[in-house]
């Protein structure tokens, strides 16, 4: 499987950038999710890669094979760049059977019989839908036609497998089992998979890396835990989890290494970064994940609870405090009064401080209430 490269990709229509100035690299066998919200630019990323969107600039490599290059004028089709790509609606032949439509590409590629064949008993067997063989995709569910799509799209063992948004078209249960399906078919295959998305979820619980972009602009490209815990922006910071993080304006002034008194909603504090860290203007902002706030009669601040969501497993409850809602989210199930009085805590050593201004996540530390 390739490596493949991007150098300072751009593409731009008149005024209009839709990527700006890309560089990234996606590690052979990797599995790198393109996230973010609709327009971000990362469908156009994964076209540019495939070769069914030309760039305006820049180059891209598989391995040490230039594939697109502004400067050299090299724009190599997407039949040569060995890629399979995974469509939202499945494109799957109506007229044509399971088998028919996995031995497809196989045959427009001149394939013999016997290959064919027997490539196609294995996808079958890869993706368990050998009992659907001999079946229309109008007699299969969205999640078995889903399945015939990746066994066609697999069947020329292509170098990289695309897929541009697979899962939206299915109810939450098939999602569910189809992330947990083509996780297993990525580690059994040993491919490099290259998927979009504006799903967080399945981002987080399928990548190996997370490209996460905002108007065209790469906003951080690391693994799916480094990206929650320790996003490189307030966007970042936003965008990834469910609830949302608490982001709490405050101003910090410097005390020592390391450590900075915050002041934030009528509260003080004291900060203790993991390492020294530089505040600029003190105009901060702080991030603090539901799971840190922590509901207990022994808290040290007292808020009303604003609304109460019971999910079985986990609670989430908004917490008002003055006039800003709190997010916090409590294992078990548990229902508070509206407007009962609660105390909470901050807890946890994975506190955030972003500078406002710019944006960028500036130290991770623990938060102390006095």
């Known amino acids: 499987m390739p490596k493949i490269v991007l150098t300072h990709v751009t593409k731009q229509w008149g005024k209009f950038i839709g990527v700006n100035d890309l560089n990234l690299e996606i590690e052979d066998g990797s599995f790198v999710t393109l996230l973010g919200s609709s327009g971000c630019g990362k469908t156009t990323t994964l076209r540019m890669i495939a070769g069914l969107e030309t760039p305006t600039r820049g180059e891209i490599r598989f391995d040490d094979k230039i594939v697109f290059s502004s400067d050299k004028n090299i724009n190599v089709p997407p039949a040569k760049r060995e890629v399979g790509f995974l469509f939202q609606n499945y494109a799957l032949w109506p007229h044509m059977t399971v088998t028919q439509n996995i031995a497809f590409g196989l045959e427009t590629l001149k394939w013999k019989k016997s290959d064919i064949s027997a490539r196609v008993q294995e996808m079958l067997k890869t993706m368990r839908i050998e009992q659907f063989a001999d079946r229309y995709p109008a007699e299969l569910s969205g999640g078995q036609q889903q399945r015939v799509a990746i066994a066609r799209t697999l069947a020329p063992k292509p170098r990289v497998l695309f897929m541009d948004e697979p899962l939206s078209n299915l109810d939450a249960k098939l999602r569910g089992e189809m992330r947990t399906e083509l996780k297993r078919l990525h580690r059994d295959t040993g491919s490099t998979f290259v998927y979009v998305t504006h799903d967080q979820l399945e981002a987080m619980t399928l990548s190996s890396k997370i490209c996460m972009m905002n108007e065209g602009m790469l906003q951080q490209y690391a693994p799916p835990l480094t990206v929650y815990n320790r996003p490189a922006n307030l966007f970042v910071a936003d965008f990834v989890g469910n609830p949302s993080m608490n982001i709490i304006p405050a101003e910090a002034k410097k005390t020592g290494p390391a450590q900075a008194e915050i002041s934030f909603l009528g509260i003080q504090a004291s900060f203790d970064g993991e390492k020294d860290f530089e505040l600029g203007s003190g ?53 508070y009064e509206t407007d009962a009085k609660i105390r909470f805590s ?12 710019s944006g960028k996540n500036i130290a991770c530390g623990r938060l102390s209430v006095r």
Do not use: C, H, N
């Open 346 to 357: 901050v807890a946890g050593s994975g506190i955030l401080l972003f500078d406002r201004q």
């Open 283 to 335: 105009d901060v902002a702080i991030g603090i994940r539901p799971e840190f706030l922590p509901i207990s009669e022994d808290g040290d601040i007292e808020g009303l609870a604003y609304s109460t969501l019971p999910a079985g497993m986990e609670t989430t409850v908004k917490i008002k405090l003055g006039d800003t809602i709190l997010s916090s989210v409590v294992f078990g199930a548990i229902d």
